[in-house]
């Protein structure tokens, strides 16, 4: 089937430390984005790209990186500078990036804790 | 500034009622809409999706919803709700990203 697969589920972080969120698309999407989900607050968005090699800012991208080295791939790190990092991080891809018509797939989602 | 609002952040209904949630909207440009849905334990999901044409919009589950231009709002609605209704719900508008709005909690009680 295809999908995305977010891994792990559950993620534990210790002060100071850097973390990678994988995310995996066998959709053949162009675009894939990272949200973080916090109560009340809807989705907000992280980081997207809409091709490989190329990625852009969201609105909350402090504290976080990613690459695109791969269509298939589009790894998150959250960083030791990201202060408040618990939340639950949502990976997401589409057909093509710059149109508005296209839904995007969601996966389900790492539920990030700091120990 | 571009933005998606959802006035109801938690509803609580009874089978067989009726539901309406609220979304409003800030955007000068093309107005592309979606509802999203997440069900307990599983991924976000479409519901359903306005691009242009007829302003009543009929999703899966037999959710719909209307835009209203001059309201600048997109609310969904379903005539009688069940009790695997329950679940959050996300309208989000599409400006070159996606901007969803802060979610509603429906919990439909049997």
């Known amino acids: 089937d295809g999908g995305i697969t977010q891994s792990p589920k559950y993620l534990f972080r210790k002060e100071g430390q850097n973390v990678t969120l994988s995310c995996e698309q066998n959709?053949?999407?162009?675009?894939m984005y990272w949200y973080r989900q916090d109560p009340g607050q809807g989705l907000r968005l992280i980081y997207y790209?809409?091709?490989?090699?190329?990625?852009q800012k969201g609105d909350i991208a402090e504290g976080y990186s990613v690459s695109r080295e791969k269509k298939e791939s589009f790894p998150l790190t959250v960083t030791s500078a990201q202060k408040n990092p618990t939340a639950f991080y949502l990976c997401?891809?589409?057909?093509?990036?710059?149109?508005?018509?296209?839904?995007?797939?969601f996966g389900d989602g790492t539920r990030l804790s700091i120990l | 500034a571009q933005s998606v609002s959802q006035h109801n952040h938690h509803v609580i209904l009874s089978e067989a009622a009726s539901l309406e949630l609220g979304c409003n909207y800030s955007?000068?440009?093309?107005?592309?809409l979606f509802w999203y849905v997440q069900y307990p334990g599983q991924h976000l999901q479409l519901l359903l999706k306005?691009?242009?044409?007829?302003?009543l919009v009929k999703g899966i589950k037999g959710f719909e919803a209307e835009f209203i231009k001059s309201k600048f709002s997109f609310n969904l609605r379903k005539p009688s709700v069940q009790w695997s209704d329950t679940a959050e719900y996300f309208c989000?508008?599409?400006?070159?990203?996606?901007?969803f709005g802060q979610g509603t909690t429906l919990q439909v009680k049997p």
């Open positions: 997401a891809s589409s057909i093509a990036g710059g149109a508005g018509n296209q839904p995007q797939h």
């Open positions: 959709l053949n999407h162009d675009a």
């Open positions: 790209s809409q091709i490989v090699n190329d990625f």
């Open positions: 955007y000068g440009g093309t107005v592309n």
């Open positions: 306005y691009f242009s044409g007829d302003p």
């Open positions: 989000a508008l599409y400006t070159g990203k996606l901007i």
